[in-house]
């Protein structure tokens, strides 16, 4: 799952030509990687590949900060 | 009576030393601590050099070190300059040349950009609040607020020195520095507290970042209010329901910033589960907000007072509308009249004045009015319009907004008299981003248009004629424009042509383009 997530945000989503390999633990909301538009898109990626429900009220930043978080999250569901 | 920026956040310690200026996130910052910590920096910038008339950097993202930066460099008798974070090196270096910055202050999490920042050729001598190893000078914050304070007094600022510059897009392809004075700045301060009614009990959420016009609302009329002023974090911006949050928590009474963040708060659907009933004010600016999504805000909270504000970044703000009720969905939501101390006359392209109702160019005089372009004479001539009465002139800007008046009296936005576009927000030459494709090795001709999604969502669509045996794909144009323009400006769509479609006179037929993109 892990993998996946960070596969789609390094290949597809980020703003800015990561220097280093993305990593779980990575910032995702504090730093250039994602804006507000990328991270909706993460956010329906996720829904459609997990087939899971991700409701407006989880979509805080305690839930989306690093993909470990996103997973923690996802994993609780 | 104060006219710099220095002497407003004095006369804020004075009034109310153990008021919150700034908050961000857990961060808090008293008047008091925000004047000593300024003096701080402001002290050890002279002792590095800088002196009245330099230009500054502030490099960084939303956080509180953007308060102290800029009242800390304004206490030198320096401009700031604020810089995007997520803008590219190469852009950023354009800067530091552009605007002959030697000294950058930032903040460690962009450690890594310094070092890779210091590899370019720059003016650059030192980065303060950075803690890589450079090959250039670097201070910590720390050791800035360990300075002692020099006597800045024998700094003597008048209100005609520059304030700060910003950066925006030109259509040359490179981006135009827009300088205001602290009288043009403060002007904006008070009439904003005049207009809106600013008190020391307000709280003004910040969500613009420091390099957009937008947030000099929160940096300047707020210390000028004695008001506190809450920097919306990074994160928040990019979580709406968190942000929704934010407004709740922090029982924010003003609320700015582009349409697109009120819009994606109100897609949560939980606004209405919050308690906002500090909220009196909601300004939203920089672009159109759709009607449907207004009309559903302004149900949800029936109590703040709406405002539709418009200006550009060269006049600050310089009309307002008063929104009393939910919009229909054809109507045209009027920008409103201009405020205090403020004419504006409206052209047609012989510079003569329209007939009442007719569409002109929208030309304003004011005491926000921006000094200039830096280091650009002739763009600046070129924007202005001198009006000559018998013992005196008035210069107005050339806003390049098109606009009539309405039976109501009420100025009504129709468009753009060149190609520049605002997408969420983000004020976007098109020739900049042509500019910017014609210059790999691999095109031979290209066209920019913007293109209306089915979800009515703007879109910047480039069209590209590659040259014999090119393998270019569209990824490669978008990485390549990655690394020259800000993100929001790389075409989110590129298409391939063998030819484009041409008027009579052999001009690219962008309108015919947009026809074939959208069908």
């Known amino acids: ?77 | 009576m104060i006219s710099t920026f220095p002497q407003s956040l004095k006369a804020a310690a004075l009034k109310h030393p153990k008021h919150t200026a700034f908050r961000c996130g857990s961060t808090d910052i008293s008047y008091n601590q925000l004047d000593e910590k300024t003096d701080q920096l402001a002290s050890h910038l002279c002792s590095i050099g800088v002196k009245k008339g330099d230009k500054v950097g502030v490099y960084m993202n939303r956080c509180i070190e953007t308060s102290i930066a800029i009242y800390g460099i304004m206490k030198t008798g320096a401009a700031y300059v604020p810089i995007d974070a997520t803008l590219p090196l190469t852009r950023v270096a354009y800067l530091l040349n552009d605007c002959e910055i030697e000294h950058l202050v930032s903040i460690p999490l962009l450690n890594r950009k310094h070092s890779a920042l210091a590899a370019y050729q720059t003016p650059l001598k030192s980065i303060l609040g950075s803690s890589a190893e450079l090959n250039i000078d670097s201070t910590t914050w720390d050791d800035i607020f360990n300075t002692s304070i020099h006597n800045l007094d024998e700094v003597n600022i008048e209100a005609d020195d520059l304030a700060y510059i910003m950066y925006t897009s030109g259509s040359t392809g490179f981006p135009k520095g827009i300088m205001h004075t602290h009288y043009s700045g403060l002007n904006y301060a008070k009439l904003s507290i005049n207009h809106f009614n600013l008190t020391n009990d307000d709280i003004l959420a910040n969500h613009a970042p420091l390099h957009f016009d937008i947030s000099t609302l929160g940096y300047f009329a707020g210390p000028l209010a004695c008001a506190t002023t809450v920097i919306v974090t990074d994160a928040h911006t990019k979580m709406p329901t968190s942000l929704a949050n934010l407004i709740a928590t922090e029982k924010i009474t003003l609320w700015y910033s582009v349409p697109l963040a009120l819009v994606q708060m109100l897609q949560t659907g939980i606004l209405e589960q919050l308690d906002l009933s500090a909220l009196r004010l909601v300004l939203f600016g920089g672009e159109v907000f759709t009607n449907k999504y207004l009309s559903e805000l302004m149900h949800l909270l029936p109590k703040p007072s709406f405002y539709n504000i418009y200006g550009p970044a060269e006049v600050n703000q310089c009309t307002s509308y008063h929104v009393k009720n939910p919009p229909e969905d054809k109507t045209i939501l009027p920008i409103g009249k201009v405020w205090e101390d403020t004419d504006y006359l409206i052209f047609d392209k012989n510079d003569q004045n329209v007939a009442d109702g007719e569409i002109g160019e929208l030309l304003i005089h004011s005491t926000t009015r921006m000094k200039g372009y830096w280091n650009n004479l002739e763009l600046t001539k070129k924007s202005s319009y001198n009006q000559t009465f018998e013992n005196s002139f008035r210069i107005y800007h050339r806003t390049g907004d098109l606009v009539r008046i309405d039976d109501a009296g009420e100025l009504l936005f129709m468009g753009r008299n060149d190609r520049q576009v605002k997408i969420r927000g983000y004020r976007i030459e098109i020739d900049e981003i042509e500019a910017c494709i014609a210059q790999n090795n691999e095109v031979s001709e290209v066209a920019v248009v913007i293109v209306e999604t089915i979800e009515k969502e703007k879109e910047i669509c480039a069209i590209i004629i590659k040259k014999e045996n090119s393998t270019l794909s569209d990824k490669d144009i978008k990485t390549f424009c990655k690394a020259q323009i800000p993100v929001y400006a790389v075409p989110q769509r590129i298409e391939f042509m063998d030819s484009f479609p041409r008027t009579g006179s052999e001009k690219i037929d962008r309108n015919r383009i947009i026809e074939m993109l959208t069908k």
């Open chain 1, 1 to 77: 799952m892990t993998e996946i997530i960070l596969e789609y945000i390094s290949k597809i989503l980020s703003n800015e030509q990561l220097e280093d390999e993305l990593q779980a633990e990575d910032d995702l909301l504090g730093g250039g990687i994602l804006d507000s538009l990328g991270m909706m898109k993460l956010i329906l990626f996720i829904e459609e590949k997990f087939n899971v429900k991700v409701p407006p009220e989880d979509m805080t930043i305690e839930n989306f900060m690093t993909v470990d978080h996103i997973t923690t999250y996802l994993n609780k569901k």
